[in-house]
Structures are given as C-alpha cells and as structure tokens.
C-alpha cells in the first residue's frame, strides 16, 4: 500500500512528504527544506529506502537539504526544466534573500509536463503548474495529488515573487479543477484537504478572483 509521510520542514513550516510503499519500504522524498537531518532521522528510524528525490519548485524552503539529501542516499534530484536555473543562484532561489545563500547542483532528472515517471513501487504524472514559479509542478499519483506552493488548503500560491504570475496559475488551476474530486491535496505548506473540499471552498477554484 502507498502511504504519505509529512514532515514539518524549516523555520516556516514547508511539508516534506516521504511517498513509500508500505510493504517494501521503498520511498521518494519530496521538498525537503531546510531541516535534512530531520528528514534522515525520519528515513533511517522507518527503514525507508529513498529511490529518488523530487522537489515541485525551486525556492530556499523546499530545497535547501537537496544536497544532504542526495549524497547521505545516493539518489538522484528531479525537477521541472524551466526551475533548473533557480538552483545554483541564492538570489533567484531566495535563499540569499532570507540570509541562508545556498547553491544547489543541477538535478539529474529534467521533469516535462504530462510526464509519467516510474519508480519501482509506484509512478506519478508530472502536471506542470507555473503562477507560483515559472517550472513549478505537481505530482500525481493514483488516490493523491501533492501541489507544493500551486494549491493549499482554502487558498493558493503566492503569484507576486519573481517567476510569478496570477494568469499563469488561474491556467494551472484549471488543469487541477479537471481531476477527480476525491482526490487528497497534500499542499507545499499547512493542512492537507481534498479537491472536493477545495472545488466547494476555496474561492480561487470557485472562480472568485479574491478571498
């Protein structure tokens, strides 16, 4: 069985998700943030075994641990194309922005939108979904969505950083608007809810331009 672990990542609470089967152990880690020896602790007292690492967008507070995270399991980083030029620069990361300047490698794996990707347990659809970032995605799996800064609970991502912009996410939501509603949201920060919870609450998928 799939399951989703959340760990609380960083000084302002971003979600680190740990997708793994429950059988084999076999994992992917998701936006692991500023807390990577949090997020080792988690694996190594579970059993885990990270296959990949996957980060829906390129900001400090999602990536930070990249690297910890890589070379403690050995896995390789994937992200969307358009997000690749945000890691190696603190300026365009933020991470210079909030005093933690951090450059980080390249991923190896370059995502598409509408992308399946593979593991050995499980496999998800790649959705691209800019407004919050320029390459920010979402990861679709069979019975759970997991939207980073996209899409949380009653609300949505900031479109006012660099990179953002509120026309590109209204297209974004879209996409998210046509999946099946009993979908679980697990948002880059805060609570999880479902799309069937967010199609009747949250204004933003309602189509109300505001709160």
Do not use: W
């Not at 084999?24 to 880690?29: F, G, H, R, W």
């Not at 998701?30 to 602790?41: L, R, S, V, Y």
């Not at 949201?185 to 933003?204: C, I, W």
Request: net charge negative; aromatic share 8%; charged share 25%.
């Amino acid at each position: 069985m799939i399951k989703v672990k959340k760990i609380i990542s960083g000084r302002i609470g971003s979600n680190c998700y740990i997708v793994y089967d429950s059988d084999t152990l076999n994992a992917a880690i998701i936006d692991p943030g500023e807390d990577g020896d949090k997020i080792i602790q988690a694996v190594e007292e579970n059993g885990f075994k990270p296959e990949m690492l996957i980060n829906t967008h390129g900001h400090y507070d999602h990536i930070l641990s990249d690297e910890q995270i890589r070379k403690r399991f050995n896995i390789p980083l994937a992200a969307h194309k358009d997000e690749f030029p945000m890691f190696p620069d603190p300026g365009r990361n933020f991470s210079a922005m909030f005093g933690l300047p951090r450059s980080v490698s390249a991923p190896e794996i370059a995502l598409e939108d509408n992308q399946e990707v593979k593991l050995s347990f499980t496999s998800f659809k790649t959705i691209h979904t800019p407004g919050h970032s320029k390459g920010g995605i979402c990861l679709l799996f069979d019975d759970f969505i997991i939207t980073g800064d996209t899409l949380f609970a009653g609300t949505i991502g900031r479109t006012d950083f660099p990179g953002g912009d509120y026309e590109e996410m209204m297209n974004s939501l879209e996409k998210i608007k046509k999946l099946k509603k009993s979908l679980i949201v697990y948002p880059g920060h805060g609570s999880q809810t479902t799309l069937a919870n967010e199609l009747r609450h949250n204004p933003y998928l309602k189509g109300n331009s505001g709160l």
